[in-house]
């Protein structure tokens, strides 16, 4: 039976849940009509899913290279992010006393700034190297902001990690290489991989340092079309379908990881 | 092994390329004009300028309600996740995140629009509801995996010394759980004064915050102006992050997922 506190905790959580989860559902519900603006209800229509996948709205190219350079962005910026926040977490272990507390503490000033910062700083640093914006702007300011999240995850691999291993693995002939890639990188792995998740969601879900370090060759990422698109008064109808699948689509991968690591935590019980 | 010390330096270019040189360039641009001459014009227009001072005012005052919005709703929320005998999955805890994979701005726009049909005026009210609606998982989040972590011997200890629940939870949980609240509130408080769009959406563009006069001078060319401005929050980081004393950043960090 159920104590009167279980019950209390459990209808508080839910109804937390509800609260959180009404906007998205909101949006999924609205995605099958055709009304023009969300909250309309002109009856059931998949048009929407129709005109998103047939390019037949007004802007549909401009939505489409809007969620393509989102993910394009994402992609270089996390794995660049991933690759260097490793390499400097392998130095900033190995390093001692002040150079050590000195680099920790400029690694943690992206994560403590507010995003609208770190993209007027941004790009106040672009205007003054006179660098055009547009691309590579948006990447390099994203791998700022993602990079020490990877350190951080991947740091704590390191002091868990024996040292001695990959000294062995050097006496026993492995090129400095070799050791890396057979027993260290196995080894931080666990640490990259959330840092590389951790990075990727964080780029996609930007839109204030794409917004300032975007330049005005009119690049547009989710975030930015969609602020641009509010502000004219009147969301493209066809962002309703979109986010509805983005969504199913994590739903889907976020249960299918949790359900097989709590499967993996079972069985090594 | 002192050799693999090297390996830290690209990034500690990268660094001071990409993070010290862009705030040393918010302080430059502060205190020029837009000819590049040396002034405190910037500084003091701020001081003078009444709509800068009740913005920034009403910024701090926004914020400190939001905080305190999201503690009060989180704390119980992380509390039960993480107490074993009141949640044992791991999947609601995941329920919480998820919201933040979708698009910040469109389930923003998407909660003015619900306050729109039910009839709802946006004003402030709407602004602290949506706000804490957006930043709630980072204050539940910190708190949660600070609490999953903690060591339970302490509060059993407290227990059979004769604590009844509640003092058990003032005196030996909720202590041992400073660090996740501070680090909820570092990421709360800041982003809360500086977001722009959000407050845009959520007041239909009645109500400014800080962050849309930094966006609305930087944009309009006035980049010193701006810069001053973001000079301003600058200081206020600094001051909020001396306060909280040792950095937190690990329990935010902890696990992606």
Known sequence: MMSAKKIFAKAYIWLLLIVLYSPIVFIAVCSFTEAKSLGNWTGFSLNLYKSLFTGGMQNSNALLSAVYNTLLIALIASIVATILGTIAAIGIFNLKGRKKQAIQFLNNIPMINPDIITGVSLFLLFVFLHISQGYLTVILAHITFCTPYVVLNVLPKLSQMNPNVYEAALDLGATPFQALRKVMIPALRPGMISGFILSFTMSLDDFAVTFFTRGTIGLDTLSTFIYTDARKGGLTPELRPLMTIIFLIILAVLLFINIRSSKNTQESK | ?257
């Not at chain 2, 990409?18 to 205190?31: A, G, W």
């Not at chain 2, 989180?74 to 996740?81: C, N, Q």
Request: aromatic fraction near 12%.
């Open chain 2, 1 to 257: 092994m002192s050799k693999r010390s090297s390996w830290a330096l690209p990034y500690f270019i990268f660094l001071v390329l990409f993070v010290v040189m862009p705030l040393v360039l918010i302080v430059v641009y502060s205190f020029q004009d837009a000819s590049g001459h040396f002034t405190f014009s910037n500084i003091t227009k701020f001081f003078t300028d009444k709509d800068s001072l009740s913005t920034f005012a009403l910024s701090i005052e926004v914020a400190i309600e939001n905080t305190a919005l999201c503690i009060l709703i989180g704390y119980p929320a992380a509390y039960i996740l993480a107490d074993k005998s009141l949640n044992r999955s791991a999947v609601t805890v995941v329920l919480f995140i998820m919201p933040m994979w979708v698009n910040a701005l469109m389930r923003t726009l998407a909660t003015a629009e619900l306050f729109n049909m039910a009839g709802i005026t946006l004003g402030k009210g709407t602004l602290l509801f949506g706000m804490c609606y957006d930043y709630l998982p980072f204050m539940i989040y910190p708190i949660y995996n600070v609490l999953n972590k903690m060591d339970k011997s302490y509060a059993e200890a407290a227990e059979d010394l004769g604590a009844k629940p509640f003092e058990v939870f003032t005196k030996v949980t909720f202590p041992l759980s400073m660090p996740g609240v501070a680090s909820g509130i570092l990421m709360v408080f800041m982003p809360t004064v500086s977001t722009f769009a959000i407050s845009e959406f959520l007041t239909n563009n009645k109500i400014k915050l800080f962050g849309t006069i930094i966006q609305e001078n930087i944009n309009n060319s006035m980049w010193n102006y701006g810069a001053a401005l973001s000079l301003i929050m600058l200081i206020i980081i600094a001051i909020t992050t001396v306060l909280q004393g040792k950095d937190n950043s690990e329990a935010a960090a902890g696990g992606a997922i």
